[in-house]
């Protein structure tokens, strides 16, 4: 079951794809350790055992015959419980949603659907992607497997859980200000934010429109990539997607990061606001791997970090606001104390404050661009800060302020988390890797380089 348990996308699908494994075993395996472990690690709020059987057993019956749908086939996910899949509640671990059941899938649930892979249920998130981690809700928070009972970073939190404690090999997540990257963060796994409209967001309950991203958390970088390749793509009924060529994601990850150009956004950790010493330590070790492999690394300088952080800040609580003020003028009960006081917050910005906000993205946007026209890649801290005890109220709001990746949500450029080592004391330390707008490609081959180089994605917490 360890074996299984732990087993990468890539692995899978070969053995899957060679007769070697069941996908009717293999989901059953991960639904009998989901079964196991969730009621001490909370990720599922929701398992969906007849419809992820169901699955497996066609995608047995379609390999067997020779249907190979691609690296996806057979593969158990789990959706962040904000993302739409027919049928299902889509509740935003909020009462006030409890019996949203959906109409139709996301995009990017259809896309998964059509891949093969095979549907295992819900993952916490925090209420509306924006109030936790919170006690006062219909479901308990998700816990990091990492130190026992600690925050697991959010929003996408149990979508980082139940990668780490190896309950599915793939999940989906939504970052508006930091929420895929900083669970991967906390829970040394790896999770893509990518471009601004690469991967479509109908059918995922927004939080911030002008913010809001839908991407691949995995183990590792590859599987990343893989996962990726299923979710990216034009959607013309989403106000925000791009169309772009998509690329062969993973076809560059084995050519290493000689000659690549990478500029360390030092003064982000160590100046703007400065880092837990064992992860500025990490981070510039990473700095020293990427160089001994061949990249050129120097450090950039962007703009202070609080000016990324004012903008973020406006704009999501404006955004969320309006898309919360009809509830919360009729049912503010029926929120947690964190989502209704953070939202409200929005109440009391000014039009011309929204607008200043938006002006001062364009300016950063244009700044933080013309930073990148001489690298290829930058590399800064995602966490300032190891995670802490999930029911420390004030280290949690602590660690949400102290981070370096609103910056790419403003700018929308790719933006990828990864594990950069770990503390005296056995907790994740991190790395954040940007690439230039479209760039997920040369943010995978770096990522995969280092990867290569360090194998930390390869340790797993502890008793799990």
């Not at 059953?28 to 969906?48: K, S, Y």
Request: charged fraction near 20%; charge should be negative; include cysteine.
């Amino acid at each position: 079951m360890s074996d299984l348990a732990f087993l990468s996308i890539t692995e899978a699908s070969r053995r899957m794809r060679t007769g070697k494994l069941s996908p009717i075993s293999y989901t059953e395996a991960l639904l009998d350790r989901i079964q196991r472990l969730n009621e001490r690690f909370h990720a599922f709020i929701r398992t969906t055992p007849d419809l992820a059987m169901a699955a497996a057993r066609q995608a047995e019956r379609e390999i067997g015959a020779g249907n190979w749908r691609g690296p996806l086939h057979g593969v158990p996910f789990a959706l962040k419980d904000i993302i739409d899949w027919s049928g299902l509640p889509t509740t935003a671990h909020s009462k006030l949603l409890a019996d949203n059941i959906a109409a139709s899938d996301a995009v990017v649930s259809g896309r998964l659907k059509a891949a093969g892979a095979i549907m295992m249920g819900k993952l916490a998130t925090h209420e509306f992607a924006i109030g936790g981690p919170s006690f006062d809700l219909p479901w308990p928070p998700a816990v990091n497997p990492w130190g026992g009972k600690h925050f697991p970073g959010g929003s996408s939190s149990g979508s980082g859980v139940a990668l780490a404690a190896g309950l599915i090999p793939a999940a989906l997540g939504t970052d508006t200000g930091g929420s895929v990257r900083n669970p991967a963060s906390m829970c040394a796994i790896v999770g893509m934010k990518p471009t601004y409209g690469l991967v479509s967001r109908r059918g995922v309950f927004p939080l911030a429109n002008s913010l809001d991203h839908v991407g691949p958390m995995t183990r590792n970088v590859r599987d990343n990539a893989l996962l990726l390749q299923v979710l990216a793509g034009h959607d013309g009924d989403d106000p925000g997607s791009a169309e772009v060529p998509i690329p062969d994601y993973a076809a560059g990850l084995e050519e290493g990061v000689k000659g690549v150009r990478i500029g360390l956004v030092r003064h982000f950790y160590a100046d703007d606001c400065h880092a837990h010493p064992e992860q500025i330590a990490a981070l510039d070790q990473a700095a020293e791997v990427l160089r001994s492999l061949g990249a050129g690394v120097e450090e950039v300088r962007l703009a202070p970090l609080d000016e990324y952080a004012t903008a973020t800040r406006i704009i999501i609580r404006c955004e969320a606001f309006a898309i919360h003020r009809q509830w919360l003028a009729t049912r503010p009960e029926d929120y947690g104390d964190l989502a209704r006081q953070r939202i409200l917050d929005g109440a009391v910005v000014s039009a011309a404050d929204y607008i200043d906000a938006l002006r001062l993205r364009a300016r950063l946007t244009r700044q933080t661009l013309a930073a990148f026209a001489d690298i290829d890649v930058a590399l800064t801290a995602s966490n300032m800060d190891p995670t802490c005890p999930i029911d420390d109220a004030e280290a949690c709001a602590r660690l949400y302020a102290r981070q370096a990746r609103q910056p790419f949500n403003i700018t929308g450029q790719p933006a990828l988390a990864m594990p950069a080592g770990f503390t005296q004391d056995g907790l994740p330390l991190s790395l954040q890797l940007i690439g230039q707008p479209f760039g997920e490609a040369m943010v995978y081959r770096v990522a995969a380089a280092y990867e290569r180089a360090t194998a930390w994605t390869e340790r797993h917490p502890p008793g799990v």
